[in-house]
């Protein structure tokens, strides 16, 4: 088999099958790689507050790596575009996110169909206990600073009161209010006008500040990767397992060609040959006996 394996026409598949699975093992090591990584930016970005206008633009869709990142923000609050978010946990308490549209500075319009000459972003302002006593948003040009994060999911909850939300959805609230909307929302910091914090941070302020800390970046594995990269291991190994099977299909056929050839010529020299030995043997056989004993007429 291995003066088949070595034809040149074999030696060159060999070098090709070789060529093919190291491409495919590169990509499983790719994909294993892949498996590994965070899908969120690292603390040493997403700590350092950059505008909004450089990390998410209006319509589109936020990634990972914008997840939990500080940004800072000048607009303005529409303080008739204004929701409650219940059930939000704060230092062991159950209450209420107030959350108002903020009206973006220097950020250029969608176009399209249903789109506003206005865009805002959602800003959580801060946590209230009770519904009863909200304070108005802050008039004026805000400054403001807080951490980015994705929408949340819409739920539909018909039970809830007027002016509240079940979930901090962007795709909801641009329907309920109507303009055009990030996909993405602010959880606020500081919120200062001309240079004085009017916001949750401020002292004996209506509001307690929301707590949200840098995003998670715990290991996580993505198995789903993880089993891409044993396809392409797989495929590495059969690119060379069926060049060897091809090698050793060919070598079959060349041994039954051989022997086919072989066998057509063997049974008449074996039938001649034994015809012969036959021939042979009789006539050995007839030298070999010995005459009938004379009959005598004295015997009887």
Known sequence: MLKTALKPKWIAALVFALIVAAAFALLGQWQFSRSLE?????????????????????????????????????????????????????????????????AVDGVEPLTGVGATAE???????????????????????????????????????????????????????????????????IVSFHELVDGREVGAAAQNAALTPITVTATDQNEKINWL????????????????FLWWRLVADE???????RFEINDAEDPADTEDGADADDSADADAGDLHREPPAATTAHEH
Not at 47 to 68: D, F
Not at 225 to 240: C, D, H, K, M, T
């Open 119 to 185: 865009v805002v972003i959602p800003v959580a302002r801060g946590w209230v206990a009770s519904p009863d006593h909200i304070p108005a948003a802050p008039a004026g040009v805000v400054a403001l600073e807080g951490r980015l994060l994705n929408s949340e999911g819409p739920e539909v909850a018909r039970d809830l009161p007027a002016g509240q939300v079940k979930t901090l959805a962007t795709s909801q609230l641009t329907n309920v209010w109507d303009v055009s909307t990030y996909a993405a929302f």
């Open 38 to 102: 965070k899908d969120v930016a690292p603390p040493s970005v997403t700590e350092e507050v950059k505008p909004l206008v450089e990390v998410i633009a209006p319509g589109q869709t936020m990634l990972g790596t914008m997840e939990g990142q500080l940004v800072k923000v000048q607009g303005t609050f529409d303080a008739g575009k204004q929701v409650l978010v219940p059930a939000r946990v704060q230092n062991g308490n159950e209450g209420y996110w107030v959350v108002t549209a903020l």
């Open 225 to 240: 990767n993880i089993f891409y990269s044993i396809e392409w291991i797989l495929f590495a190994g059969f690119a060379v």
């Open 251 to 257: 070598y079959h056929r060349e041994q039954d060609a």
